[in-house]
């Protein structure tokens, strides 16, 4: 199956600075990659959904400049999280898929920790 | 606004039937979907089911949508060690991979 690989899987970062997560399609071209974030014993809630080559569409409540989205080829998105606050801390998982309406794959997750 | 709700945790002893629950509140979701995530990995899709249909079986899975109750069920038959995961149901308007709404998701637990 399709493979979906994000980096890293954890990482902890001190308060007021930047961190950057990346998500790679492995062995297919992602026209499409959504991000998502996981509160303890939360759902995972869509942040964003991010097409190749545009910018991203943010879900309402999501600070576009805060969790900036680059999607610059088709097999890599990255998220950054600037000035990075403890509130911040959560887990974080994108998913890509190579059309429109069809299935996502998932990345392993990355768990943020901001101290 | 989209709510998914499902119960956090279950525990079964091996060999039996396990049976996740989900309800959701908009009656407009076009696809309903089962996602696996199992520790230190990414959610696996399992399996999924279109609104106009009642039942899907799938080998020890079967899904069950009673459309009008908005309640989505996901039974695993013989119930091995290897299936203890969190178990997340998500619907979609659209289909595929798109702007998923997920549940809190389900630990299941298989004990020996």
């Known amino acids: 199956g399709a493979v979906v690989s994000q980096h890293p899987s954890r990482v902890i970062c001190k308060s007021g600075t930047s961190v950057k997560i990346e998500c790679r399609s492995l062995?297919?071209?992602?026209?499409?990659m959504f991000w998502y974030r996981q509160f303890p014993k939360q759902s995972l809630m869509l942040m964003a959904t991010?097409?190749?080559?545009?910018?991203?569409?943010?879900e309402q409540g999501v600070e576009k400049d805060k969790f900036l989205i680059n999607h610059a080829s088709l097999t890599l998105s990255t998220l950054t999280v600037t000035s990075a606050h403890p509130e911040d801390s959560s887990f974080y998982i994108c998913?890509?898929?190579?059309?429109?309406?069809?299935?996502?794959?998932f990345g392993q997750g990355t768990r943020l920790t901001v101290v | 606004g989209e709510d998914v709700e499902q119960s956090l945790f279950l525990s079964v002893r091996e060999g039996d039937s396990s049976v996740i629950n989900c309800t959701y509140t908009?009656?407009?979701?076009?696809?309903l979907y089962w996602y696996k995530q199992e520790p230190g990995a990414g959610l696996q899709l399992l399996t999924y089911?279109?609104?106009?249909?009642d039942m899907k079986q799938d080998q020890r899975l079967t899904v069950l949508l009673n459309k009008k109750d908005k309640h989505l069920s996901l039974r695993i038959a013989d119930t091995q060690t290897g299936d203890s995961a969190i178990y997340f149901c998500?619907?979609?308007?659209?289909?595929?991979?798109?702007?998923?709404?997920f549940g809190t998701g389900t630990q299941l637990k298989v004990e020996l």
């Open positions: 998913s890509a898929q190579t059309g429109q309406n069809t299935e996502a794959f």
């Open positions: 062995d297919f071209q992602a026209t499409t």
């Open positions: 991010s097409n190749e080559g545009s910018k991203a569409t943010y």
């Open positions: 908009d009656s407009s979701s076009t696809y």
């Open positions: 089911i279109f609104s106009n249909m």
């Open positions: 998500a619907e979609s308007l659209t289909g595929g991979g798109n702007k998923l709404t």
